[in-house]
């Protein structure tokens, strides 16, 4: 049986078919359904969509032959489709012609076309038309201000109605306050914001599972910190944001603001109430030069479109001058709700100058505040030697060196970009006595070392075919024989289990073991030690690398005669070639932190 030809098939069959591909010659006879009774007629309209050959000529024709305005309006919304395809000549004759419909509803999609096309000679003639047509006028009123453009205010003069005029009239609002800057003060003390000599109750946002390393790393400044759920840590301070936006393990700080649901309060109306009530509005009027702008978000990650536009109608109807604004606002709101009230977490967008040594990235990177988080778990003494088996762009090595002193950095990878970006970043960090070095993680003669600080690659940075678990039971393993007696190996590891296997039999105790959020998958941070001089004969342990007897090795990276220098990318170790391996230990990693957080 042979196929039917295309002309030989009904454009109805067609339309059933779900590869089918219309092309111009289809435009006519997907016309006559647009805007009809026919059952086909939204599968018509979406066909005519992806046409890409000319079609506006018969557009017009269909425009200029129907008599009912709806069907009217359905044609001219492809007009809007055309200005992108080659066709603006067109598509802007048929819009200007709309302009002048007999029908309201045509003239005002018209005007929203005019708009929409970006097409400056059409906005020109939707302007001229709306000094005679108060429906036209409206129009350009919403369609102006659902972009924020200040030209809302030219159009509207309340007369028209309805929740997409007041939006657009609140979006315009939104405009007009964006001209003026916006910042923090982040050098005023809090201590006026609390409710009692404590100060103000603050909040911290961090990776879920680095909590208790965060409190660690804030109580000199903000004693009795404490968890309150997995990623936030709650304290009571007078310091003000500029102090406490330096944790580095922090990924945010804010100031929370608590309140009862009253009566039967939609969560909305709850919101809106406690960001326009006394304590919320104190707090980011007194934090805030500029006009206060608050972008509102909910803590269970939904959208909640529905809700967060009712909230910045409210707020719009209030006196306090706090406006709802998701684009660029100094403060972002979150809320978390409950049936008896809502916690509002009210975040400050920080000048984040915590990480400004990272200029330069690798596709996937450690994000800086868990390279931090890993630093503080190995501790800093004076004579540690520190290898990072998979160095990437250099952020663990970088904050080691922030956190105390050192005798030798090293880092090796599979990956020469990653290490000249390591370079990089680690010169610009000013870290001292850094040698870095092609090697594969599993086998790489790095000498006597006394920390192992690393986030090894991750789901797609890893490279296919790759047995994740047994790479790095090898590269644990490896390092566990070059540890010295009292060192200490810290790993972000997504294989636990093949991680804690190696680490055992090589007889390394474990000290930490908490799982981390990496936001998509779970990773274990882990810390073994090598404790008592047994178990280190055992492994055939390395001594110390500050006893070493053998500085002329070459093959001993803690000597900076072998080292390659890491301001210099030229003066690579000789050796470094011999230590090459199949690239299969490495591949980049963690996106780079925003300038602002």
Not at 45 to 54: D, F, M, Q, T, Y
Not at 79 to 92: I, M, N, P, S, V
Not at 110 to 118: E, F, W
Not at 196 to 210: D, N, P, Y
Request: glycine fraction near 10%; hydrophobic fraction near 40%.
């Amino acid at each position: 049986m042979t196929a039917k030809r295309r002309d030989d098939v009904s454009m109805d069959e067609r339309l059933q078919d779900p590869g089918f591909t219309p092309s111009a010659r289809d435009a006519a006879a997907l016309l006559k359904r647009v805007g009809s009774d026919d059952p086909n007629a939204k599968v018509a309209l979406r066909a005519l969509v992806k046409i890409e050959g000319p079609i506006m000529r018969a557009v017009a024709d269909e425009y200029a032959a129907r008599k009912h305005a709806k069907a009217r309006r359905a044609i001219l919304g492809l007009a809007g489709e055309r200005f992108t395809r080659g066709e603006a000549d067109a598509a802007r004759a048929l819009v200007l012609a709309a302009l002048a419909d007999a029908d309201p509803g045509t003239r005002k999609l018209a005007a929203k076309t005019s708009v929409a096309s970006g097409d400056g000679a059409l906005v020109l003639a939707a302007e001229a038309r709306a000094a005679s047509d108060a429906d036209v006028r409206g129009a350009l009123a919403e369609a102006f201000g659902m972009r924020g453009d200040p030209r809302a205010r030219d159009f509207d003069d309340e007369s028209t109605s309805g929740p997409r005029a007041s939006r657009a009239r609140l979006v315009a609002a939104r405009a007009t306050l964006r001209e003026e800057a916006s910042t923090i003060r982040e050098d005023v003390a809090l201590a006026s914001l609390g409710s009692g000599s404590a100060g103000a109750h603050v909040v911290f946002r961090c990776r879920g599972g680095l909590e208790q390393i965060l409190i660690d790393e804030l109580s000199p400044t903000v004693p009795g910190a404490m968890v309150f759920r997995e990623g936030r840590v709650d304290a009571f301070t007078t310091a003000p944001l500029g102090k406490l936006g330096r944790a580095r393990v922090a990924l945010d700080v804010g100031l929370v603001v608590i309140g009862q649901r009253r009566g039967e309060e939609d969560d909305a109306s709850l919101v809106a109430r406690l960001l326009a009530g006394e304590r919320a509005s104190h707090i980011m009027t007194t934090l805030t030069r500029g006009p206060v702008r608050v972008r509102v978000a909910w803590s269970d990650g939904q959208k909640r479109r529905k809700e967060t536009w009712r909230i910045a109608e409210l707020l719009g109807d209030s006196a306090d001058g706090i406006v709802a604004d998701s684009r660029d606002a100094p403060w972002e709101a979150i809320a978390a709700v409950d049936e008896e009230g809502v916690r509002l977490e009210l975040y400050p967008r920080l000048e984040d100058t915590r990480f400004a040594y990272r200029v330069a990235d690798v596709p996937a990177a450690s994000h800086p505040t868990i390279a931090a988080a890993l630093a503080r778990v190995g501790g800093a003494r004076r004579d540690d030697v520190v290898w990072d088996p998979f160095v990437g762009s250099g952020l663990e090595l970088c904050e080691r060196a922030r956190l105390g002193p050192y005798a030798r950095l090293i880092g090796t990878d599979i990956d020469d970009r990653a290490l000249d970006r390591a370079r990089e970043n680690v010169e610009s960090a000013g870290a001292l006595r850094c040698g870095l070095m092609l090697a594969d993680a599993a086998r790489a003669e790095v000498g006597p070392i006394s920390l192992v600080l690393t986030n090894p690659p991750m789901g797609r940075r890893v490279s296919r075919g790759i047995d994740l678990g047994a790479m790095l039971f090898d590269v644990v393993a490896h390092a566990a024989k070059n540890l010295v007696q009292g060192g200490r190996i810290v790993i972000l590891s997504p294989t636990p289990s093949a991680t804690a296997r190696a680490a055992k039999k090589a007889g390394l105790t474990s000290t930490l073991a908490t799982r981390v959020d990496l936001g998509g998958f779970v990773a274990e941070l882990q810390r073994w030690e090598s404790l008592g001089d047994e178990a280190n004969r055992q492994r055939g342990g390395a001594r110390n690398p500050a006893d070493s007897r053998n500085p002329a090795d070459s093959r001993n990276p803690a000597d900076p005669r072998n080292q390659a220098d890491s301001r210099n990318p030229k003066s690579r170790n000789p050796t470094e070639r011999g230590n090459e391996a199949p690239r299969t230990s490495r591949s980049p990693r963690g996106p780079a932190p925003r300038g602002k957080r």
